[in-house]
C-alpha cells in the first residue's frame, strides 16, 4: 500500500472546500432569488391589484396576477445578474443614500433595457414587429410606461437600502435586527 504524499491530502482538502463554498455560493443564491423574487411579486401584485380595481371600477376586467410572479422571477434574475457583474457599485463608500439612489436609478436602467429585449425576442418568436413588441410595455401609454418607471424605482430604493446597510453592518446583523425580538432593558 502506498503512502499518501501530504500533497495530495492538502489537494483533495481544497476540491472539497472548493466544492462546498460552490454549494454554500449556489445555496445563497438560491435563496437572494427566491426572497427577491417574493419581494418584486409582492409589490408587482399590488400594482396589478390597484390597476384591476381602478379597471373594474369603469367596467373593464383585468386580472393578470401570474404574469406579476413571471415578471418578478424574470426581474429578480437580471438584477441578480447585475449584480454579478458588478453593476452601480461605483459610489459606494459615500453616505448610503448615494449608493442607494445610484443602485435603484441604475438598475431601474438595466431592468428596461432587458425588458426591452424579452419583448423584443418574445415579439420575433411570435412573428411581431418591434414596434409591435414593444408598444404594450406598461400599459401602452407615455403616462402609463413613465408611472410604471416611477413605481419601480420606489420598489428598488427599499432594497438597495437594506443591500447597502446590509454591506455596512452585516448580513447576519441586519436580519437579526429585523426578525429577532429584542429584550426589553
Known amino acids: 500500500m502506498m503512502a499518501r504524499s ?38 408587482f401584485a399590488v400594482v396589478i391589484y390597484l390597476k384591476a380595481a381602478v379597471l373594474q371600477a369603469q367596467g373593464i376586467a383585468y386580472d393578470h396576477l401570474g404574469l406579476a410572479a413571471i415578471k418578478a422571477a ?5 438584477m441578480l445578474v ?11 463608500n459615500l453616505p448610503l443614500i448615494v ?11 438595466l431592468l428596461v433595457v432587458l425588458t426591452l429585449i424579452e419583448e423584443i425576442v ?4 411570435h412573428g411581431e414587429t418591434i414596434m409591435h413588441s414593444v408598444s404594450g410595455i406598461a400599459g401602452g401609454t407615455l403616462r402609463q410606461f413613465v408611472a410604471t418607471i416611477l ?16 454591506q455596512i453592518i452585516g448580513d447576519k446583523i441586519l436580519v437579526r ?5 429584542r429584550h426589553s432593558d
Not at 74 to 78: G, I, M, P, R, S
Not at 122 to 125: K, S
Open 6 to 43: 501530504p500533497q495530495s491530502d492538502t489537494a483533495s482538502e481544497s476540491g472539497a472546500e472548493s466544492k462546498a463554498s460552490f454549494r454554500e455560493k449556489i445555496n445563497e443564491e438560491l435563496i437572494e432569488f427566491a426572497i427577491l423574487t417574493i419581494y418584486l411579486y409582492a409589490c
Open 74 to 78: 424574470l426581474c429578480a434574475k437580471f
Open 82 to 92: 447585475g449584480r454579478a457583474v458588478h453593476i452601480g457599485e461605483r459610489f459606494k
Open 99 to 109: 449608493p442607494t439612489l445610484h443602485k435603484s436609478f441604475v438598475f431601474l436602467l
Open 122 to 125: 418574445v415579439g420575433a418568436i
Open 151 to 166: 413605481i419601480i424605482f420606489l420598489i428598488l430604493m427599499p432594497y438597495f437600502a437594506f443591500r447597502s446597510l446590509g
Open 177 to 181: 435586527l429585523f426578525f429577532e425580538r
